[in-house]
């Protein structure tokens, strides 16, 4: 872990200055190993670390290094310097001095056992779709580790060991090329569910072989859980307290109304079964706390920094963060970030919802994660495919279709959520968004041609 004893002192130095600061240490290793058609193509390692200083008396400056050698009391000052030409005064809220250490030394799995991992992937997804052309596994360990210390005296720290399999497999009918992909991430090698992830793989290319075109038009419609996931990579910052309190949320001022169907209800973890991730604290060393954001279709809560949560007069939720959203600058601001947000589940299988439905629409697959989706407005147009559901079976592929709307319509028209939750890490890493499928009553589905 980087270490950050240099800091407690300078911290120590800061604060009879009359300054405040806080300093925030991530350390990131991974190894990967890629198995190809159960050859090894490849294997890597690397380790990523990040220091972040808020320091300021009147403003508020930060700093950033991957330097771990850099002088604390110079980074400090730089962090107070940067602070000067910003705008405002200080809104930001240290904890009070508490200890709390939760990191354990981590090692990873041996490269055997992940290269072992890959193969049986592999072995996975063609035992479930057997004329695959090409299946290949990426399977990671990570290693995380997180530490605050501030002004204060709060000093926390925490780590967590996660595993991943990413399969990706393509077939060939009829001259045509078809893709799919899955994964799975655990606390353990052992607790990875290779042959669920090759079931997500065989079930999305089945929808994609020989498909039609659909005529536009409002349809009964269910959502796959990967629909629904990638819904909410984006629709997770509805619920983000700088949104609402900014307005740029379709949910403002609507906290403790109705914004859903009873059918839905929305939830952040900081640990979940199914999920090899866990979020012990956060960015401002505050513990990761679950937090009912959607209750039988109320808006009971939101993801909260440490300044909103003090705005709004509420315990924090241990959401602070700063890696939320693809960018290519450096992500030093404190916002609000989920940790493991997911829909959650019901009863009733897939197939049941299906059968329900009758005849119908299934949105199998979707695209265009983060640009299809108005945060502000709520207002949506996802390119996506799927099938024609006639008495409840899927009757034929459809492609090149657009689902239109607004979310607040959507939620409202939830009739049941599946039994079937999945749960994917962000593709940074950050943060997981999980769901089952969903019952949609009606849904906008435009197709081509």
């Not at 980087?2 to 009359?18: E, F, H, I, N």
């Not at 200083?53 to 962090?79: C, F, K, L, S, W």
Request: with cysteine; hydrophobic share 40%.
């Amino acid at each position: 872990m980087m270490d950050v004893s240099g800091y407690r002192a300078a911290l120590t130095a800061a604060g009879g200055d009359g300054l405040w600061a806080e300093v925030n240490a991530h350390e990131n290793g991974s190894m990967l190993v890629c198995v190809v058609n159960g050859e090894v193509e490849r294997t890597a390692a690397n380790l990523q670390t990040a220091l972040y200083v808020r320091a300021g008396g009147e403003q508020t400056g930060v700093a950033y290094t991957q330097d771990a050698e850099e002088n604390p009391t110079e980074v400090i000052r730089r962090a107070v310097e940067n602070g000067k030409y910003g705008e405002g005064g200080s809104t930001d809220v240290l904890l009070e001095a508490k200890q709390e250490h939760c990191a354990r030394e981590t090692s990873p799995a041996a490269v055997e056992t992940l290269v072992a991992i890959g193969k049986e992937a592999c072995e996975q997804a063609r035992l479930q779709t057997p004329d695959l052309q090409y299946v290949k596994a990426e399977v990671r360990a990570d290693t995380w580790r997180n530490a605050v210390v501030n002004s204060k005296g709060l000093d926390v720290d925490a780590s967590r060991q996660v595993y991943c399999a990413a399969l990706s497999a393509m077939a060939q009918r009829a001259g045509k090329q078809y893709n799919a992909q899955a994964h799975v991430t655990a606390a353990t090698p052992e607790g990875l569910q290779l042959r669920a992830a090759a079931a997500r793989v065989a079930q999305a290319m089945e929808r994609q072989f020989e498909p039609v075109r659909l005529q536009s038009g409002a349809y009964p419609t269910v959502l796959d859980s990967s629909v629904v996931i990638n819904i909410f990579t984006t629709a997770w910052q509805l619920f983000a307290a700088t949104k609402v309190l900014g307005g740029s949320s379709a949910f403002y001022g609507r906290l403790g109304h109705t914004i859903g169907s009873k059918a839905l209800t929305v939830t952040d973890r900081a640990a979940r079964e199914g999920c090899g991730y866990v979020f012990p604290v956060d960015d401002e060393g505050a513990s990761g706390q679950d937090t009912a954001l959607m209750r039988n279709g109320v808006l009971t809560g939101l993801l909260h920094t440490g300044a909103t949560a003090e705005k709004m007069g509420v315990k924090r939720t241990g959401n602070s963060g700063r890696v939320a959203l693809l960018t290519g600058s450096i992500p030093t601001e404190l916002i609000p970030v989920p940790k493991i947000l997911c829909v959650e589940p019901g009863q009733r299988s897939r197939a049941e919802l299906l059968a329900s439905m009758g005849d119908g629409v299934l949105i199998a697959q979707s695209f265009d994660v983060f640009h299809s989706i108005n945060i502000g407005s709520g207002d949506f147009s996802i390119p996506c495919r799927g099938s024609v559901v006639r008495d409840g079976v899927c009757a034929y592929n459809v492609t090149g279709l657009t689902l239109s709307g607004n979310l607040n319509d959507l939620f409202a028209n939830v009739e049941a959520a599946g039994n079937d939750l999945w749960i994917d890490e962000f593709l940074l890493k950050s943060y997981c968004i999980g769901a089952p499928s969903l019952q949609i009553r009606q849904m906008q589905v435009n197709g081509k041609g």
